[in-house]
């Protein structure tokens, strides 16, 4: 049956056709509803957007918090040695403390100063004492890196970085989920292994084969397989699926230990961490500097969306690229979902989780960014199109539009798979959950989804062209181009219609202030992060010349949101499946960090091209 026999499944393309319509329509046809759609829509915008500025002030704070946090954490540590020295030495008792003591009759003041030296700092080897208690991990990492003819340096790079976690040998699994379609695959995968030797707990490799009936060649499909036979193998081997918790992570994905640290403490402060999913902000500063500026501003505006969403206070947020979730949960929803609607697989988990569970899966943020790369060729233009490239990708996930809207008014009883140990109820979990997702929970994930999706689709034509053409139309600087008798003019003949017009204008006018903020923030922030936590020099962070940047905004918006996410609405009308394309990014290999922590230089630098999941 077709899937357009679904209304649910015309909403996506109605929307962005409907607006293209309304443009020279609405003016010459209806001017006084079409004056009021103006007016909602721009004034829903702005509050959106505002709205959004906010909560990516709140995300900023947060993160610079929780890394001014780790770093005076990582201070305290590295003072451990000598406080541990002093430590001993207190508790046996120092000659001049003793000799002071003993002189009660003499220097009383430095009796007391010297006593609270030696408390204050008793009480920090005892705090550090309890953070390195708090240390040890709770939860068995499974880290599953999606990957399809990915250069080994690249792979090694990043699996090399989780590496060098202090946990990374005792509490860490890397699930290699690779493509069988990949020459060599698989000496390939061993190759790795034996280069991470003894690094991991265990390092499984996983080959998806091609052409499954039913499945869509895709990340979703890939990470679906590698999850699916990498945790079986993890059982198999002995592990406590209550303790394991899946980590999809991309290729060029630069994963710190503060992100591990953070999702241990989300986890055990969590009334069930089997029902929480935990998503962290991206972040790109690997290479942004060497993008063209359109490419850079674009991936910029991405990030700040992200981080904005993740200040939800209902816990009703969507992941991007970066995730985690428990085994548990992956096992209660049968896992990812495969076929092409499932193309944007991190936001299509999200509401996979949230709709199988009856709504009780919330998204807990990590305030830790994750460092990624921008797409990158050779050549501009061959860069600005590889961008775009990955833009039509990344809004072919507007499948999700109908994926939710169905969902929402359907009710949802839905067990775990036979035979898990989520199947038997004794194990805490409610299977079977007694109250269905509650109607505003609903209301607020359709319209963060259709927030997503129709808002590129639409602002980018309404916020550039509404106002000017319908000043043009209705108020053409010659008078042969009149399409509309003064008399049929609602602006000239009602004062009501002449102050609503005006009304518009100052909102269209108001519209791009919230992103001047956005943007405020953001320069902050990045300079922030590359200073306090990638330990970048002020030289290699952002300047006062990257501000230039942003005057490509124009052209960036439309070209790699509004006509990709144009394009992706109306292709649901298609019944022929989207090709899976990725985009190209150019990796230099000049260093791997392997060995322990130290650098191990491969010698000279050498160029690969590889692919963005």
Known sequence: MSRLYSPSEWVAPLVPLLSLLVLPLGPLLFPKPYLFLLFAYFTVFLYTQVNHVCKFYMTSCKIRSTIARWNKRLAQQSLQPSLQQHHKTSRQGSPNLTRERNNNSGNNVMTTTTSTFDDDHIQALDEMEQLQYSDGPSYVHAFIIPNYCEPEGLL?????????????????????????????????????????????????????????????????????????????????????????????????????????????????????????????????????????????????????????????????????????????????????????????????????????????????PIYVPINLTNVETEGYLSNVNARYVQAKRHYNGVADVAYTLKNAFTLHHRGAPKGSLLDDASNGLALAASSSVSWLDKITVCFLILEAHMIPATSGWLMFAAVPLMQFLLFPPVSALALVEPAQNPILTSDFYAQLWNMVKIVTVLLPFPLFGTLAVYEQLHRSIDRDFLQKSKADSRQWKHLLDYATLPVAAWLFMTLPSTLACVKRLSQVEQQYIVSEKLFKDDIVILNNGRNDPLGEEKVVMVTAN
């Open 156 to 364: 090694k790079d990043t699996i090399g970085r989780m590496a060098n976690h202090r946990n990374a040998k005792t509490h860490y699994v890397i699930i290699m989920a690779m493509e069988q379609s990949e020459p060599d695959w698989e000496l390939k995968g061993q190759r790795l292994a034996s280069v991470f030797t003894d690094r991991f707990a265990h390092f499984i490799i996983t080959g998806h084969p091609a052409n499954i009936p039913g499945e869509s060649r895709g990340k979703g499909s890939n990470v679906a397989y590698g999850a699916r036979h990498g945790c079986a193998e993890l059982l198999r081997r002995g592990v406590d699926r209550r303790r394991v918790i899946l980590t999809v992570t991309d290729s060029d994905s630069a994963i710190p230990e503060l992100y591990i640290h953070e999702v241990e403490n989300a986890l055990n402060r969590a009334d069930d961490p089997h029902y929480l999913l935990l998503a962290p902000p991206i972040f790109f500063s690997r290479n942004c500097y060497d993008v063209p500026a359109a490419v850079r501003v674009t991936d910029i505006t991405w990030s700040a969306m992200v981080m904005s969403n993740l200040s939800n206070s209902r816990g009703l947020s969507f992941p991007c690229s970066t995730y985690s979730l428990s085994m548990m949960l992956a096992e209660r929803v049968d896992y990812w979902d495969t076929d092409a609607d499932a193309v944007g697989e991190d936001m299509h988990m999200w509401l996979k989780c949230f709709f199988k569970t009856n709504g009780k899966v919330r998204t807990a």
